[in-house]
């Protein structure tokens, strides 16, 4: 494995493993255990949202996680406000802690309030999104072959850039950056030649995005393990 690309919340990587390997991680991703608020008590709501409104967007309020969270944990937060303006996440109170401090939930005007209880609990992605810690896709890494006699305006096709003029021949930058887009294709058949070669490889470049409550590596893992704990379930199934 190499990592191609890493920013905030998402890295890319590059893995030699087949698409239906890759798909089935992809899919268990939404069975790692997620802390989500799951039950929301609204005492008191002046604002102009109804409760199911406030409701369904704290739900989606991505709440950290720590080593204490298990399967079987129930926490509470509770949010009152009575200050006019923007009612922020972040003004959720309790042990666990929202991941995003600036998520709106609903606005209030001088002397309105609002005063809610929220009871987390653990659950998986594939009950409800709001379990779900990210998301995963990927792509075939891509070879690009390009003849001697290539155009040099060719350079100017390609939208990301990755082509360059060196001594005269045409030569790619960073080829693991190539989505096969094919506007170099198109610009050597409008040209009347077949100067580039796009073949997928068999390789794949795969991006995982966290909504904040794990690290984007820990997604990774941890979908490997529920699969390989599911497999070895199998396994065991089927040797009866």
Known sequence: ????????????????????????????????????????????????????TIAHRIGLVPLKMDKTISEKS???????????????SGELKGRVEPVYDKIP?????????????????VGKG?????????????????????DKDC???????????LL????????????????MCEECLEFCKKAGKKAVELTPSG???ITVESFGQISEEEIFKRAIEVL???LKEVTKKVGK
């Open 1 to 52: 494995m190499k990592i191609l690309n890493k920013k905030n919340n998402q890295i890319t990587f590059s893995a030699d493993i087949d698409t239906g390997l890759a798909n089935a991680i992809r899919r268990y991703i939404d069975q790692i255990p997620i802390l989500a608020v799951d039950e929301v008590e609204i005492s008191k709501n002046d604002s102009p949202l109804y409760d199911e």
């Open 74 to 88: 129930e926490e509470q937060l509770t949010l009152i406000a009575k200050n006019d303006g923007i009612i922020y």
């Open 105 to 121: 939930i609903t606005i209030l005007k001088k002397g309105q309030e609002l005063e809610i209880l929220a009871t987390a609990r």
């Open 126 to 146: 594939s009950q409800h999104v709001k379990f779900s810690p990210g998301l995963m896709f990927y792509r075939n890494l891509i070879k690009v072959k390009i």
């Open 151 to 161: 155009p040099k305006e060719i350079v100017n096709a390609c939208p990301k850039e």
């Open 164 to 179: 360059k003029s060196e001594g005269g021949k045409i030569a790619i930058i960073e080829e693991e950056k190539c989505d």
């Open 203 to 205: 390789e794949l470049a």
């Open 228 to 230: 390989k704990d599911d």
